[in-house]
């Protein structure tokens, strides 16, 4: 057996795996550094109400009953721009029946608007 070809060849696939490992983390990294969407105009509400129930999920693993949001800093954590209503619309897509809103304008589509989510029964 040719045993110097053999660990040239198992070498060679140890790096092509390393390369790989390598990009599959770079994706990974950029998909969980706090979810930015920045000037992305594809970004979605679906994508909104990801990062809104990741913020959910992290507050309940801390111990945290409920947690309050308001658009405007959802709308400046993704780095959104005019993107409100957007933003509002997956805040009361997210809530469940028990949430409450804190605080709304008549247009409904305000920065200012405040929801706050209890988080009992998160898994």
Known sequence: MNYDA?????????????????????V?????TEHTAGDNPKTTTGDIRTYIES???QAYSSGQTELTLKANDI??????????????????????DHDVVLHDTASGHSSTLEIKYYLSGKS
């Open 55 to 57: 913020q959910k999920l």
């Open 28 to 32: 990974i990294s950029c998909a969980s």
């Open 6 to 26: 053999i660990i040239l060849e198992l070498l060679s696939r140890i790096q092509k795996l390393e390369e790989e490992v390598k990009s599959l983390r770079e």
């Open 75 to 96: 709308h400046k954590n993704l780095q959104l721009k005019n993107r409100m209503p957007m933003v509002c619309n997956a805040m009361r897509q997210c809530m469940a």
